[in-house]
């Protein structure tokens, strides 16, 4: 088939997954969807949209956004879910955000806070329940360097006032205590919750952390959040080209971190999508420059660091040649072992707002070709970051349905399928190899040139598994 013939079969093959849904949907949910096309005059989605109601979305709320990805990897602070237990629950836990130190004393990740709001505190309200609880807090967890109120749905509808109450508490506590609105109902899914986090780290966080001098070499990660050690694994990269990460934003990371994130000679930002607002307001106020780097796989990984030593002097830049060349001798042998058992294989992605464009140069580095991406809340500018990436023909889906991604799937075939924990089971009883792209299936980290054969090998295991030839029984004919 040429690739013109390809392109207008996907085509044809959206218009078909459509033709299921009453014409308001099909009108609404024709803008998400397109093919590659060398020009790209038509291959623009429309993204950061309404959902479409009942079609099982796989998004997430701004509770989700604030409270599970940018706040609860920070350390030593104290995330109280406020509201009723479900929604602290479900996130207990879950997200593999990483942090070294000792759990109940100066690392806090792994519990659950709750103000596990009941009838009466909805007909009454939960202000002076809150005020108890951080007291509480402070009483038994006396290292807490501050609190955050992480506000789930009924707060914003009942009336609360989460802002004079950690107004007040900061005071009697004499440690921030930050109110995050990001109930659930507002935005359309987990990104206003990143910038409504975001934007409590610029009005009660930053520039207010101990004065300290900036090293010449020293850099911050921003939008990392050390998923199975992913950054980590970036931090010693940097590290070994010479350069000081003092802050990582916020996988494994501490209130001083936040509060000193403009002290650097340059923020490198890994996800653009949950932190970008910060790296500008930092840019604007604190005169701190942000480059946008990539992480996976060896030749994004050159390219990035290659960048990065661009802003630093000789001695950082030929530490870089030097590392690069140490480690291109290790990836190669990575390559030379996965790249004959993977080479051809197609792979079709749908993750959150920055791994769908991110880890193609890593399967590309193993041979394999990115079919289908998408992803559930980015904006425009995150696609357009993308297209350029992906090939002519490549099925480009927004805050694609459960119907229409297994429809895609059934008719694409690909050997291949990266997505969330929602996706996994779906296509496994399908038949298809699958790896789950936000949690590394309980892997990794994939960052890195430590993450580089970790990846390598978790998706040689998920495609030739000896499993899949035997979903059939012998007797189905
Ligand atoms: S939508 Fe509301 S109730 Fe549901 S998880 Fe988000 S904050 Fe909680």
Known sequence: MSISEMIQARKELVNQVLEVYPEKAKKNRRQHLAVKEEDCSSCAVKSNGKTVPGIMTARGCAYAGAKGVVWGPVKDIVHISHGPVGCGFYSWANRRNLAEGEVGIDNFV?????????????????DKKLEKIIEEVVELFPNAKGVSVLSECPVGLIGDDIESVARRMTEKTQRPVVPVRCEGFRGISQSLGHHIANDAIRDHIIGKGPEREIGPYDIGIIGDYNIGGDAWASKKILEEIGLNVVNIWTGDSTLEMLQNGHLVKLNLIHCYRSMNYMANYMEETYGTPWLEFN???????????????????????????????????????????????????????????????????????????????????AHKEDYERTYPQLKEGTLIYDDVSALELEEFVKDLKPDLVGSGIKEKYVFEKMGLPFRQMHSWDYSGPYHGYDGFPIFARDMDMAVNSPTWKSIKAPWVK
């Open 110 to 126: 792994p519990f659950q806070f709750t103000s596990d709001f009941q009838e009466s505190d909805i007909i009454y309200g939960g």
């Open 295 to 377: 992480f996976f796989g060896p030749t994004k990984i050159k390219e990035s660091l290659l960048n990065i030593a661009a802003h630093f002097d000789d001695s950082i830049r030929e530490n870089t040649q030097r590392v690069i060349a140490k480690y291109e001798a290790q990836m190669q042998k990575v390559i030379d072992i996965y790249r004959p058992r993977l080479a051809g294989k197609k792979v079709m992605l749908y993750v959150g707002g920055l791994r769908p464009r991110h880890v193609v140069g890593a399967y590309e580095d193993l041979g394999m070709e990115i079919i289908g991406t998408g992803y559930e809340f």
